[in-house]
């Protein structure tokens, strides 16, 4: 389980990175990047930089730590709602009524996001992840990069396929 967590982390991390990388574009790299002589412009500027780091840079309570936290849930509800449409498709398929919010909630919601919430956020596990993983080599972030970016995509494809199987299942006359 242990590997799960750190496997977990890792995506959460780069996700967080993403994020950053995505307000810097979305914000410029501002004014307060070019030095000025001006004591009063260069003040403003320093008071820009700060307010910009601690407002989305800050991976304890900044903007991109919240977005990449809202992401890893939404791939925790994924991977549980395609389990869920797999499960639905099969049920369909025996002819089984189950009331479907219910179940949806226990197979999807719970132990997914529950999980979620216990290997990447009870007491703050990302932050000591975080620190961990911005001492790894440029190598191991450049492989893990890929990796996190191909795990996301496998699981939108596996939200897809589950679509599919269910609407398969559904629709075999027997």
């Known amino acids: 389980m242990k590997k799960l967590e750190i496997f977990w982390n890792t995506i959460h991390y780069f996700d967080y ?3 950053l990388k995505i307000q810097n574009i979305l914000r410029g790299d501002g004014t307060y990047s070019q030095p000025t002589s001006n004591p009063e412009i260069q ?4 008071i820009e930089k700060e307010i ?3 407002v989305f840079k800050n991976p304890g309570y900044g903007f991109s730590s919240m977005m990449a936290g809202n992401f890893i ?11 869920f449409f797999i499960l639905m498709g099969i049920l369909n398929y025996y002819k089984i009524q189950i009331d479907k919010f219910a179940f949806l909630i226990i197979v999807s919601a719970l132990p997914f996001v529950g999980l979620t919430y216990y290997y990447v956020f ?3 596990k990302y932050l000591t992840y975080f620190k961990e993983f911005d001492k790894k080599p440029k190598d191991w972030r450049k492989r893990w990069k890929w990796i996190s970016f191909f795990t ?3 699981i939108i494809l596996f939200l897809i396929l589950s679509f599919m199987f269910m609407d398969y299942l559904s629709n075999i006359n027997h």
């Open 17 to 19: 990175r993403f994020e």
């Open 43 to 46: 003040k403003q500027r320093d």
């Open 52 to 54: 910009f780091e601690k």
């Open 73 to 83: 849930y939404l791939m925790a509800g994924l991977i549980g709602s395609g389990i």
């Open 122 to 124: 009870h007491k703050d």
């Open 152 to 154: 996301i995509m496998a």
